[in-house]
C-alpha cells in the first residue's frame, strides 16, 4: 500500500507507540517511506491523532486555507498494529472529526486475535469502511486507462502471494 500511495501521492502519515520504550516503526516499512514522506511521530497518546497530525489532516481537509474556503473531509486509509487500542481510537477520532475512514483489514493486527475482530466490527457500526488493500487500491484508480494503472496493477502482482497471505490470516470476519 505504500508504494501504491507514492505512486498516487497520497501522504502517509506514520507514528509510533512511545518508540523509546516499543521500538522504531519496523525497517521493513520504514525503507519503504520516500523522504517527502518521513512525517513519524512518537506518541504516548493511543490515538494518532495528536496535534502534529491534527495539524497535517486539517489542513489537507482544508480545501484552500489561504482562502478559508469551506472544510471537507478526507479519506484515510488505515493500517496499523493493535487494533483495539491504537487503530480504534485513531479511527473514531477521524470519524468525529467529519472524515471517512478506510480500514484496510489484511493490514491490520492485534496480539489477541479476538480483540481485532471485535474492534473491525465495532469500527464498521460506527461507520468505518472495512475492505481490503488490492480492493482499495482499484477504487483509487478507478479505471484501467489511468496513467498508473500499468504501475500500480504491476504492484499488486508482484505481492499477490503476500497479499493472499495476509488476507488468508487476517480477513476472517
Given at each position: 500500500?505504500?508504494?501504491?500511495?507514492?505512486?498516487?501521492?497520497?501522504?502517509?502519515?506514520?507514528?509510533?507507540?512511545?518508540?523509546?520504550?516499543?521500538?522504531?516503526?519496523?525497517?521493513?516499512?520504514?525503507?519503504?517511506?520516500?523522504?517527502?514522506?518521513?512525517?513519524?511521530?512518537?506518541?504516548?497518546?493511543?490515538?494518532?491523532?495528536?496535534?502534529?497530525?491534527?495539524?497535517?489532516?486539517?489542513?489537507?481537509?482544508?480545501a484552500d486555507p489561504s482562502q478559508n474556503k469551506p472544510y471537507?473531509?478526507?479519506?484515510?486509509?488505515?493500517?496499523?498494529?493493535?487494533?483495539?487500542?491504537?487503530?480504534?481510537?485513531?479511527?473514531?477520532?477521524?470519524l468525529a472529526m467529519g472524515h471517512r475512514v478506510y480500514l484496510?483489514?489484511?493490514?491490520?493486527?492485534?496480539?489477541?486475535?479476538?480483540?481485532?475482530?471485535?474492534?473491525?466490527?465495532?469500527?464498521?457500526?460506527?461507520?468505518?469502511?472495512?475492505?481490503?488493500?488490492?480492493?482499495?487500491?482499484?477504487?483509487?484508480?478507478?479505471?484501467?486507462?489511468?496513467?498508473?494503472?500499468?504501475?500500480?496493477?504491476?504492484?499488486?502482482k508482484e505481492m499477490k502471494d503476500e497479499t493472499k497471505a495476509?488476507?488468508?490470516?487476517?480477513?476472517?470476519?
Amino acid at each position: 500500500m505504500i508504494r501504491t500511495a507514492t505512486t498516487l501521492n497520497i501522504p502517509i502519515y506514520t507514528t509510533t507507540q512511545n518508540a523509546a520504550r516499543l521500538g522504531p516503526t519496523v525497517s521493513e516499512l520504514a525503507t519503504l517511506l520516500p523522504e517527502q514522506y518521513k512525517t513519524e511521530i512518537d506518541k504516548t497518546a493511543f490515538s494518532m491523532m495528536v496535534p502534529q497530525l491534527t495539524e497535517l489532516i486539517t489542513r489537507q481537509a482544508s480545501a484552500d486555507p489561504s482562502q478559508n474556503k469551506p472544510y471537507r473531509p478526507v479519506s484515510v486509509l488505515m493500517v496499523g498494529i493493535e487494533t483495539h487500542v491504537c487503530v480504534t481510537q485513531t479511527a473514531l477520532d477521524l470519524l468525529a472529526m467529519g472524515h471517512r475512514v478506510y480500514l484496510l483489514v489484511d493490514g491490520l493486527s492485534s496480539c489477541n486475535a479476538g480483540e481485532r475482530g471485535i474492534a473491525i466490527e465495532r469500527l464498521r457500526r460506527e461507520g468505518c469502511i472495512v475492505t481490503t488493500s488490492e480492493s482499495v487500491m482499484f477504487e483509487l484508480l478507478g479505471d484501467a486507462g489511468s496513467e498508473h494503472f500499468k504501475k500500480v496493477s504491476g504492484i499488486i502482482k508482484e505481492m499477490k502471494d503476500e497479499t493472499k497471505a495476509a488476507v488468508d490470516t487476517f480477513c476472517k470476519l
